[in-house]
Nanobody, 123 residues
Framework: DVQLAESGGGLVQAGGSLTLSCSVS????????TGWFRQALGKEKERASC?????????NYADSVKGRFTISRDNAKRTVYLQMNSLKPEDTAVYYC???????????????WGQGTRVTVSS
């Protein structure tokens, strides 16, 4: 049974930092691409970042978070992280991690999702 569990969300002031964690069970984290997605109130879910499967661990970022967010993976811990720096009020959203075979998949095709963790950035 594949399960993804996010943690690390919370309330932070603008300019602050948070690190989100996505713990993966039921599959080897490096065999699947893992993405961080977010959904703000009243908006569609969007991909913030993704790290590819395999040893290359290619990463990509949405323009809105590029230079501020860093995705990484600890295979031994089966955990994928999202380090978020210089947070802005517009980063406020529920953040989800999701896994599947490729970062290039459309959002709707990701097969495994966590329950989400809320990030609130105050101005």
């Amino acid at each position: 049974d594949v399960q993804l569990a996010e943690s690390g969300g919370g309330l932070v002031q603008a300019g602050g930092s948070l690190t989100l964690s996505c713990s993966v069970s039921g599959l080897a984290s490096n065999e699947y691409a893992t993405g961080w997605f977010r959904q703000a109130l009243g908006k569609e879910k969007e991909r913030a970042s993704c790290i590819s499967n395999g040893d290359s661990s290619t990463t990509n970022y949405a323009d809105s978070v590029k230079g501020r967010f860093t995705i990484s993976r600890d295979n031994a811990k089966r955990t994928v992280y999202l380090q978020m720096n210089s947070l802005k009020p517009e980063d406020t959203a529920v953040y989800y991690c999701a896994a599947d075979e490729s970062c290039g998949l459309p959002l709707s095709n990701y097969g495994y999702w966590g329950q989400g963790t809320r990030v609130t950035v105050s101005s």
